[in-house]
C-alpha cells in the first residue's frame, strides 16, 4: 500500500511538473527570452559590421553587447529587461530538460541534455548582466572568458586532450546548427498557421541565413580551442568577438566579416520572429 501511494505521488508531481512547464506563463517567460536573445545578437552583428568597417572600439560578444545597452540613456531599464528575458528563457529551457519541448523529437535524452545545457548558458548570461546592473563587476570578455577558462584545464593533467576535445565539439556544433539551418529544420519549431505565404517565406530566409550564420561563428571558435589545446597556448583561445575579427584577415579581408555579420543581425532578427511564432508550449 504505502509503495502505491509513493507511486501515485510521484505520478501527481510529474503530472504538476509538465503542466507548470506548459503554463502560459512559462511559455510568455520564454517569449521574452527570444526576444532578448534577437536584441542582442542583432547588437553584436552591429558592431561586427563597425569592426569590418574599422569604426568600432567594442567587442563584438554578449559583453560588448551588454556594455553599449548600458550606455544608452535608459541602459539601467535595458539591462533589467535583458535579465528578466534571459531568466525566462533559462527557465523555460530547464523545462524542457525536465518534461521535454513541445517539437517533435524534443523529448529524445539527447535534445533534454541539449535544452540542460542552453539553460546553464542563458542562466549565466542573466547572473552576469544582474552583477552589472547593480554595479557588482563588469561582464568579461568572451575573448578573455575562454582564455581563463583554457589556462585553467591546462593545467590540469589531460587538459590539452579535454580542451582539442572541447574544440572538436564546438567545430562539430556549428557544422550541424548550419546544417540544419540550410535543411530549415527550424521550422518544425515554428507555428505560423494563417499567417500569409510572404510572412513564412522570410521567417524561413532569416532562420536560413542567420542558422549558418551562426554555426561559421561556433566552428571558428572551436578551430581556436583546438589549436590553444594542441599547441598549450592558452592565449591562442579566441571568443566570439576575436573569431569574428579572424574573417577580415582571411584572403577576402573584411568583406567576408560583412557577411558574417548581417547573417548575425538577421539570425537576430529570426530570434524576435521565434518570440512571436516558437512553438513553447
Keep these: 500500500m504505502t509503495t502505491r501511494l509513493a507511486r501515485g505521488r510521484a505520478r501527481s508531481a510529474r503530472s504538476s511538473g509538465r503542466r507548470a512547464a506548459r503554463s502560459r506563463y512559462l511559455g510568455m517567460a520564454a517569449r521574452a527570452g527570444f526576444a532578448a536573445r534577437g536584441v542582442l545578437y542583432v547588437i553584436i552583428g552591429c558592431i561586427a559590421l563597425e569592426i569590418a568597417f574599422g569604426n568600432s572600439g567594442n567587442q563584438a560578444d554578449s559583453a560588448g553587447a551588454v556594455r553599449l545597452v548600458a550606455s544608452t540613456p535608459a541602459g539601467l531599464v535595458g539591462l533589467w529587461v535583458l535579465m528578466a528575458g534571459f531568466i525566462g ?27 540542460l545545457g542552453k539553460a546553464v548558458v542563458y542562466g549565466a548570461l542573466a547572473f552576469t548582466i544582474l552583477k552589472y546592473a547593480i554595479g557588482a563587476g563588469a561582464p568579461k570578455s568572451s575573448d578573455q572568458q575562454s582564455t581563463d577558462l583554457t589556462a585553467s584545464v591546462l593545467h590540469h593533467p589531460g587538459g590539452q586532450v579535454v580542451v582539442v576535445a572541447v574544440g572538436f565539439a564546438f567545430v562539430l556544433g556549428g557544422a550541424y546548427v548550419a546544417y540544419s ?55 591562442q583561445a579566441k571568443g566570439i568577438d576575436s573569431a569574428l575579427r579572424a574573417f577580415a584577415q582571411t584572403p577576402l579581408g573584411p568583406w567576408l566579416l560583412v557577411v ?8 537576430g532578427l529570426y530570434s524576435c520572429c521565434e518570440a512571436r511564432w516558437r512553438k513553447v508550449s
Design 260 to 267: 558574417v555579420a548581417l547573417g548575425l543581425v538577421t539570425f
Design 89 to 115: 528563457l533559462a527557465l523555460w529551457r530547464l523545462s524542457e530538460a525536465a518534461y521535454g519541448g513541445p517539437g517533435p523529437g524534443e523529448h529524445k535524452t539527447g535534445s533534454r541534455l541539449a535544452a
Design 181 to 235: 539551418s540550410w535543411r530549415r529544420d527550424f521550422l518544425k519549431q515554428l507555428n505560423m498557421a494563417g499567417t500569409s505565404r510572404r510572412a513564412r517565406r522570410i521567417v524561413e530566409w532569416l532562420g536560413l541565413v542567420g542558422g549558418i550564420a551562426r554555426g561559421a561563428v561556433f566552428a571558428a571558435v572551436g578551430v581556436f580551442l583546438i589549436i590553444a589545446g594542441a599547441k598549450s597556448q592558452p592565449g
